[in-house]
C-alpha cells in the first residue's frame, strides 16, 4: 500500500528568482512527485509524493537539479521551522566568498578609475592596447563571475537569464570600442545587484523575524528537578515551569504562579495578558514577570504556535493569479525581447540606407541590458509574503497568496453569531424578583436549584450568585433533586420546593406566572408553589461587532448577513442592533451551507463571500466559502483547519483589517508592475531611437529591481490596529 510523504527543506544560497522557478519546474517533472513549490520568498522547498517508497530516487533527482542550475544553493532539512544557526565552517565558507566578491569588486572599481583618468588626461594617455587592457581587467575583475555563470547556464541550455544578458551586452560594447561603456555597465550591474541583494535578505530577515515565536526548549518539570528537553519532547499532562522572560513552549493551563504574558507575536495586541491559576495560555507568548508552572493540554505539533508557524510558511505554497501570471510572463518576455534585440542589430544596417552595424548593436545591448525581468519576478512574490507577515503582526493569519488577493475583491460578508459576533458566554443580564422578593434571595433559590447541572446556563446562574452574594453555595441546603426533560428542576432547598425551568415547567405544577418578553433564555423560579420571578440569560455582544459591521461598509462591502442557529427573536435582535442587510435563524450546519450558497449566487460576477465563523458546526461553510475567516482565540479546530485565513484575537473588527491589509499589500503589487514595465518600456523605446545608452538601461534592470523590492517592503511595516490601504 503506497503511503504519502511530506517534507521541507531549507535552500540556503538561493537568490536567483528564476533559478527558483526552473528548479521546481525540473522537480516536478521526477516520476514521484505529486505537488512541488520552491518558495524564493523564504528561501524553501516542499516536495510531495503519494508512494514514500520512491523518497529516495526523488531526492537524489532533486539535488543532481539544484546543483545543475545553482550549485552554490546548500539543500538544508527543515522539520517545522528553519533552523537558523549555522556551523562554523559554513559561516566561514559564505564570509570569505563575501570578502572575494567585494575585494574584487573594490579593485575593479579601483581599476576602472585608473582607466578613466588616464583618458581625460591628455598628457598621460595610454597606448590602445594598454588602454584595453586595463579597461578588460576592471572589466574581468567585476564581471568575471557573471560571464562564468552565463558560460556555464549556456552550457546547460539555459540562456536567457541576467548574466548572458549582462555578459552579451558589455562583451558587445567591448566589441565595438565603448571599452569604458562596457567596464561601467558591468560596474553599475554588480553594485545594484549587491544593493538589491541586501534588500531581499533584509525582506527575508522582516519576514523571518515575524515568525520567529518557536520555543527552542521547554523546562520539563521531573521527579530530580527541571529538566530542559525539546518542544517536541512534551506529552499532553507533563508540567512545565516557564521563567521570566521565556517564551511559552506548549499550550496549557497555569497551575502555580501570576503573570504577565506578552501575546503580540501571537495576537498583535500590545498590552500584556495577566494570567493566574486556571488560565489557559498560547505557545509563543512571552512570560514577562512571574515562574509559572503550567499543565500541558497539547502536545506540540497541535499547539498554537506550531499551527501559525505551520500556515504562515505554508502560504507561500498557494500563490495568486497576479504571482502565477508574472511567473508565466517572465518565461515569454526576456526571450521575446532578445529575439527582437536581434532584429534590431541586424534588420536595419541591412534595409536602411546610411546605417551602420556599429550602432544598431549598440542600440540592441540596450535593448538587451534592459529586458530582464527580475523587477517583477523578485518583488511580486515579496510583496504578497510582506502581506502575509504584515496580516501576521496584527494577529491575522492568512494561508496564502491566493486568500490575500481574493480579501481584496469581498462584496459579500456572512457572519456566524455565537463566538464571532456575541462572546458565546452566557450570563446573566437581568433579574426580576415577584413581588415581596429581593435580587439576591432570587438569585439564592435559583442558584442552589441549579447545583447539580453543568449547562452554560445553569453555570451562569451560580456565577452571578457568586457575585453579587460574595457566598459559596450551601451544599448542605440541598436535599431532593428531580430533573424534568424539557422543562427544568425541581429541588428541595431547606424547608422550601423550589422549581427553576422555562414556562411549561410552572404552568405544569399550575402556577401563574408573568411571562416575560426579553430576549435570551428566560429562566422562570417558583417556592413552595408561588411565583418568585425570573431571571434572562444572554449572550452579549462582543464590544467591536458594531463597529466592524459599520467598517466593512466604510470599505465598500455591498451585503452583510447573519447565519445563525439561535432562535429568530434572538437573532433579529441583533441584525437590528449592528445594522446587518439580511438574518437566518434556526439553522442546522448543513441549512448554513444551503443559505451560504444562496448568498453565493446573490453576490456580483467577479465579488468574493466571506464567511465568518468559530464553532464545529461552523466548519463546512468555511470551506464552502470563497475565503472562509475563523476566530482563533476561542475557535475549534476543526473550524481552524478549515478556514483561510484565523483572526488570532476573535474580533471582528479584525476582518475589515485584514482586507485593508489585502488592498495594501495589491495596491503595492501594482505599483511595481506598473513602474517597471513602464520604464523598461520607455527605454526599450528610446533605445530603439538610439536615445538611450547602456546607463539607462542597466537603471531599467538593476535600479527598477531595486526600487521594486524596497516598495515591496513597505507593506511589512503594516503598524498594529488601524491600517492604511494605500
Known amino acids: 500500500m503506497e503511503t504519502a510523504l511530506k517534507r521541507e527543506y531549507i535552500l540556503d544560497n538561493l537568490c536567483c528568482p528564476k533559478c527558483a522557478a526552473k528548479i521546481e519546474k525540473h522537480i516536478a517533472a521526477i516520476k514521484g512527485v505529486s505537488n512541488v513549490v520552491v518558495d524564493f520568498s523564504i528561501q524553501k522547498l516542499t516536495i510531495e509524493t503519494r508512494d514514500a517508497g520512491q523518497w529516495d530516487d526523488i531526492m537524489t533527482h ?26 562554523k565552517g559554513k559561516a566561514d565558507s559564505i564570509s570569505v566568498n563575501a570578502w572575494l566578491r567585494r575585494i574584487s569588486l573594490v579593485l575593479g572599481m579601483a581599476v576602472f578609475a585608473a582607466g578613466m583618468v588616464f583618458d581625460y588626461v591628455p598628457s598621460i594617455a595610454l597606448p590602445p592596447l594598454m588602454r584595453l587592457a586595463l579597461f578588460l581587467a576592471s572589466y574581468l575583475l567585476v564581471g568575471g563571475e557573471a560571464l562564468i555563470k552565463a558560460a556555464k547556464n549556456i552550457s546547460k541550455g539555459e540562456i536567457f537569464d541576467e548574466n548572458f544578458l549582462m555578459g552579451i551586452a558589455t562583451i558587445g560594447a567591448f566589441a565595438i570600442g565603448e571599452y569604458p561603456e562596457g567596464a561601467a555597465v558591468m560596474i553599475f550591474y554588480r553594485v545594484g545587484e549587491a544593493f538589491q541583494d541586501y534588500a531581499v535578505g533584509r525582506s527575508r530577515k522582516s519576514i523571518s523575524a515575524l515568525m520567529d515565536i518557536r520555543p527552542d526548549y521547554a523546562n520539563l518539570k521531573t521527579i530530580t528537578g527541571l529538566q530542559r528537553v525539546s518542544p517536541e519532547a512534551v506529552r499532553i499532562g507533563d508540567l512545565i515551569v516557564v521563567k521570566p522572560g521565556e517564551k511559552i513552549p506548549l499550550d496549557g493551563l497555569v497551575l502555580e504562579g501570576f503573570s504577565a504574558l506578552d501575546t503580540s507575536a501571537l495576537t498583535g495586541e500590545s498590552l500584556p495578558r495577566d494570567v493566574e491559576p486556571g488560565s489557559a495560555v498560547l505557545s509563543g507568548s512571552i512570560n514577562k514577570s512571574g515562574l509559572l508552572t503550567i499543565e500541558v493540554t497539547k502536545v506540540f505539533g497541535e499547539s498554537t504556535v506550531s499551527k501559525i508557524l505551520d500556515m504562515v510558511q505554508n502560504a507561500g505554497s498557494k500563490k495568486s493569479v497576479t504571482e502565477n501570471f508574472i511567473t508565466k510572463f ?3 518576455y526576456t526571450p521575446a525581447v532578445v529575439f527582437s534585440a536581434v532584429a534590431l542589430a541586424l534588420v536595419p544596417p541591412i534595409l536602411v540606407p546610411g546605417a551602420t552595424f556599429a550602432e544598431w548593436i549598440n542600440r540592441a545591448l540596450v535593448f538587451l541590458v534592459v529586458s530582464c525581468p527580475c523587477a517583477l519576478v523578485i518583488s511580486i512574490p515579496l510583496s504578497f509574503f510582506g502581506g502575509i507577515g504584515g496580516a501576521s503582526r496584527n494577529g491575522i493569519l492568512i494561508k496564502g497568496s491566493n486568500y490575500l488577493e481574493a480579501l481584496t475583491k469581498v462584496d459579500t460578508v456572512v457572519l456566524d453569531k455565537t463566538g464571532t459576533l456575541t462572546k458565546g458566554v452566557f450570563s446573566v443580564s437581568r433579574i426580576v424578583p415577584a413581588q415581596g422578593l429581593t435580587e439576591e434571595k432570587l438569585l439564592y433559590y435559583a442558584a442552589h436549584a441549579e447545583s447539580a447541572s453543568n449547562h452554560p446556563i445553569a453555570l451562569s446562574i451560580r456565577n452571578a450568585y457568586g457575585a453579587a452574594c460574595q457566598k459559596e453555595l450551601d451544599a448542605t441546603a440541598i436535599g431532593s433533586y428531580e430533573e424534568i426533560a424539557g422543562k427544568g428542576v425541581s429541588v428541595r432547598v431547606r424547608e422550601d420546593t423550589v422549581l427553576a425551568g422555562n414556562a411549561k415547567l410552572l404552568e405544569a405544577a399550575k402556577i ?3 411571562a416575560s418578553e426579553e430576549l435570551g433564555t428566560v429562566v422562570y423560579v417558583a417556592v413552595n408553589g408561588e411565583y418568585a420571578g425570573y431571571i434572562v440569560i444572554s449572550d452579549e455582544l462582543k464590544a467591536d461587532s458594531k463597529a466592524a459591521v459599520d467598517d466593512l461598509r466604510a470599505i465598500g462591502v455591498k451585503r452583510i448577513a447573519m447565519l445563525t442557529g439561535d432562535s429568530k427573536a434572538v437573532g433579529e435582535d441583533i441584525a437590528k442592533q449592528i445594522g446587518l442587510d439580511t438574518v437566518y435563524v434556526e439553522l442546522l450546519p448543513h441549512q448554513k451551507v444551503e443559505y451560504l450558497e444562496t448568498l453565493e449566487q446573490s453576490k456580483s460576477g467577479s465579488g468574493k463571500l466571506v464567511f465568518v465563523g468559530d464553532g464545529i458546526n461552523d466548519a463546512p461553510v468555511l470551506a464552502r466559502a470563497d475565503v472562509g475567516i475563523a476566530m482563533g482565540g476561542l475557535g475549534s479546530d476543526a473550524a481552524i483547519e ?12 479584525k476582518i475589515a483589517d485584514a482586507m485593508r491589509i489585502a488592498r495594501k499589500t495589491r495596491n503595492i503589487v501594482w505599483q511595481n508592475i506598473i513602474f517597471a514595465l513602464s520604464v523598461k518600456g520607455v527605454i526599450l523605446i528610446m533605445g530603439a531611437l538610439g536615445m538611450a545608452t547602456m546607463w539607462e538601461a542597466v537603471f531599467g534592470d538593476v535600479g527598477v529591481a531595486l526600487i521594486a523590492v524596497l516598495n515591496a517592503m513597505r507593506v511589512m511595516k503594516t503598524s498594529k490596529g488601524r491600517v492604511n490601504a494605500k
Open 62 to 87: 532533486t539535488g543532481g537539479i539544484i546543483k545543475y542550475f545553482e550549485p552554490s544553493i546548500e539543500l538544508r532539512d527543515m522539520v517545522l521551522f528553519p533552523n537558523r544557526e549555522v556551523t
Open 330 to 332: 517572465a518565461r515569454y
Open 512 to 514: 401563574a406566572l408573568t
Open 642 to 653: 478549515a478556514a483561510d485565513v484565523v483572526l488570532m484575537t476573535d474580533e471582528p473588527s
